[in-house]
């Protein structure tokens, strides 16, 4: 199993659509996650971290199960902006202070 | 207040040569951590440097080498180009007694094209 697996995509959907995107991690023991967003051809810039009660950040929601290793991202009423890769980046114990990023959901948000 | 800058943007180079990549920390931070980005894929942690040591690494050969300097500017050298290496390299950099594991915020990232 990889260390922080995503489901590559890519999403389609209309302006004002609700998306989620879930990504899943292998190391129970992972304290820290986050998600990122990444413009084509620029670098990855933190989104949101997520927080074991799940947090909100306008239309942005993320989650954390733990009993299932997986973290999802909501986003609600998508705007053209919106389009981009949605990289899922976890910290697990063994990586020390290295981020282990997943390969991203690329989400294409049209008119 | 600058971020992480880093040079050049773009770079084009031929199997077997070498590169030199660099990179400016903001200001206030002491370490800073390298990582590559191939076609498709997430970010793959190079290594990481503070207080001008090594300080941790990843799973890349030892054709890719670092040094950081004493105003915690550092650089990345590859030698022995291989095609494969082609990417963007990410700086990052961060305080070493801030919180753990926070998050990384990067620099734009120089692209490098192997050909």
């Known amino acids: 199993r990889k260390e922080v697996e995503q489901d590559p995509g890519p999403f389609n959907v209309p302006e004002g659509a609700t998306v989620a995107f879930n990504c899943t991690y292998s190391n129970s023991a992972s304290q820290s996650f986050f998600w990122y967003r990444q413009d084509c051809r620029k670098e990855p810039k933190l989104l949101m971290s997520?927080?074991?009660s799940g947090n909100e950040d306008g239309r942005f929601t993320a989650q954390l199960n733990r009993a299932s290793q997986y973290i999802s991202l909501l986003i609600r009423d998508s705007k053209l902006s919106d389009s981009a890769t949605y990289l899922c980046v976890v910290n697990p114990p063994e990586a020390g202070t290295a981020l282990i990023f997943g390969k991203g959901t690329t989400l294409s948000v049209s008119s | 207040d600058a971020g992480v800058t880093q040079s050049p943007t773009h770079l084009i180079k031929t199997r077997g040569q070498q590169v030199t990549l660099r990179c400016s920390p903001k200001?206030?931070?002491?370490?800073v951590s390298w990582y590559q980005q191939a076609l498709g894929q997430g970010p793959q942690f190079i290594f990481q440097?503070?207080?001008?040591?090594?300080?941790q690494r990843g799973n890349f050969p030892d054709r890719f080498s670092g040094h950081q300097f004493p105003n915690y500017s550092s650089e990345l050298n590859v030698n022995a180009l291989l095609l494969g290496d082609s990417a963007l390299y990410l700086c990052?950099?961060?305080?070493?007694?801030?919180?753990?594991?926070?998050?990384?915020?990067f620099g734009n990232g120089t692209r490098l094209t192997v050909t």
């Open positions: 200001s206030g931070h002491d370490t």
């Open positions: 990052a950099s961060s305080l070493l007694g801030a919180q753990a594991n926070s998050p990384l915020h």
């Open positions: 997520v927080y074991s």
């Open positions: 440097y503070y207080e001008e040591e090594e300080r």
